[in-house]
Structure formats: C-alpha cells, structure tokens
C-alpha cells in the first residue's frame, strides 16, 4: 500500500508525493510513518527537518511550525513554511541565522526582562535551515 505525503504552506502547495516512509519532526521529538500507520494529528516543532524516501531515494526538507496528519495511506503536512534541502541558498541561510543570532543578543541585552520567545523561534528556525542545507550538501 503507497503513502502518498502532501506538503502544503500558505505560499504552495508541494507536489504530492507517494513515498516509502516519512519522518516529521513533531513537538516531543520525530516521528517516523510507514504505510498502514495509525491515523493521529500532532503539532510540529518549531523547526525541523522531514525526511521522505521514494524507492531508496531520500529526501530532506526544511518545514516550520504546523501541523501534521497521518492516515494509513497519506500524511498531510500543515505547515507556516517548507524547503526542500537542495532549493535552500546555504549563504542567505547563514546570513538570515547570523542576524537571528544578533538580534536576540541585542533584544536580550536592551530588553531583559521582555518576552523573546519569538525571537529565539526565528533563531532556531534559522539554524535548523543552515543545518538543513548542509546535511543535503554534504551527502
């Protein structure tokens, strides 16, 4: 029995895809799905990286806050924003996780006593991005 994996952000929709297994980074750690897997929805963590394998063949991608659906013949990714690993430019990714990094520094240093949780969110989808695209490249 195929899994077919849909991938869907408010800017696209990824093509579907029928794949041999999927692993989704869910908010208490991943979770890995193979055809005939019982149905359940769980939250994604803040940033992670998917992984899918289609006849040997493995692929990465970067995905960000949502959701994720998993009936026995499908997994529907909900998702603020996706990447597949080798569409990634790994300059703008260290670029974007460096001024992450001084801009939580500075709200830290300037704001102490504020809520940053949306600051260090940005900063560990930055880095998740980065790690995302080198481990496509160093394959």
């Not at 800017?11 to 029928?18: D, H, K, N, T, Y």
């Not at 998917?50 to 692929?59: A, H, M, P």
């Amino acid at each position: 029995m195929p899994l077919t994996l849909d991938i869907v952000t408010p800017e696209r929709a990824f093509p579907s895809q029928v794949v041999d297994e999927v692993v989704l980074p869910a908010l208490d750690g991943e979770i890995g799905v193979l055809p005939g897997h019982a149905a359940l929805m769980s939250q994604l963590g803040v940033a992670g990286l998917l992984t899918y394998r289609q006849q040997g063949k493995e692929t990465l991608a970067f995905v960000a806050q949502g959701f994720v659906e998993v009936l026995s013949d499908r997994v529907t990714v909900l998702t603020e924003r996706a990447e597949l690993a080798e569409d990634i430019d790994i300059e703008d990714a260290r670029a974007h996780l460096r001024e992450a990094e001084l801009a939580l520094k500075q709200a830290e240093s300037e704001r102490p006593n504020e809520d940053l949780s949306r600051l260090r969110a940005e900063l560990e989808s930055a880095l998740v991005r980065v790690k995302t695209a080198e481990r496509y490249l160093s394959r």
